[in-house]
T-cell receptor, first 114, second 114 residues
Framework: DAKTTQPPSMDCAEGRAANLPCNHS???????VYWYRQIHSQGPQYIIH???NNETNEMASLIITEDRKSSTLILPHATLRDTAVYYC???????????????FGTGTLLAVQP | DVKVTQSSRYLVKRTGEKVFLECVQD?????MFWYRQDPGLGLRLIYF???????EKGDIPEGYSVSREKKERFSLILESASTNQTSMYLC?????????????FGQGTRLTVV
């Protein structure tokens, strides 16, 4: 199973870009990278996912290196409401894809400072 | 707009009690998951189900069982609750059978076993 490594915590000034790194050096060719976040006392929330191309949506951008061994989630203009634990996850597919599971690590606590 | 609903936000149970945690999704998804979340350990997968009456063990199934009698409902059962099962329990359901989509999480049930 591909595993991910993230820093335990990061700070970011409000209004600035937050860049959250993730290492997944054992990722295989058909595994996607997902990002979720969890605001205190709430369930995790999906942010974005990608395979090898960079992706952007209304919440964030995902930059995946060419060798796919690492990625960066970018929140372009962080606000206080973005303070949360951010999880980088590699999808594990088993049983021919009929069943899949998301393996969560301990994530990065992003603290956006006023 | 609610997609995944967990029956209780907070529960307090006594050691040895049989505990049922209920999760309902209104999106007609095939896959459903149960996780527990503990400080410093992230989210750990207990069980998941990819179809009615089908279940698979996750990483920490000991002390738990599950039931999926209807597509929209996935129940987690603690046969004999113990204090080390005090935790936040999260239910999740991804779109479709292919996990290449976002997963929706419930708000979580914080269970305390005394």
């Amino acid at each position: 199973d591909a595993k991910t490594t993230q820093p335990p915590s990061m700070d970011c000034a409000e209004g600035r870009a937050a860049n959250l790194p993730c290492n997944h050096s054992t990722i295989s060719g058909n595994e996607y990278v997902y990002w979720y976040r969890q605001i205190h006392s709430q369930g995790p929330q999906y942010i974005i996912h990608g395979l090898k191309n960079n992706e952007t949506n209304e919440m964030a951008s995902l930059i995946i290196t060419e060798d796919r061994k690492s990625s960066t989630l970018i929140l372009p203009h962080a606000t206080l409401r973005d303070t949360a634990v951010y999880y980088c996850i590699v999808r594990v597919a088993e049983y021919g894809g009929a069943t899949n599971k998301l393996i969560f690590g301990t994530g990065t606590l992003l603290a956006v400072q006023p | 707009d609610v997609k995944v609903t967990q029956s209780s936000r907070y529960l307090v149970k006594r050691t040895g009690e049989k505990v049922f945690l209920e999760c309902v999704q209104d999106m007609d998804h095939e896959n459903m998951f149960w996780y527990r979340q503990d400080p410093g350990l992230g989210l750990r997968l207990i069980y998941f189900s990819y179809d009615v009456k089908m279940k698979e063990k996750g990483d920490i199934p000991e002390g738990y069982s599950v039931s999926r009698e209807k597509k929209e409902r996935f129940s987690l059962i603690l046969e004999s609750a113990s204090t080390n099962q005090t935790s936040m329990y999260l239910c999740a359901s991804p779109k479709g059978a292919d996990m290449n989509t976002e997963a929706f999480f419930g708000q979580g049930t914080r269970l305390t076993v005394v």
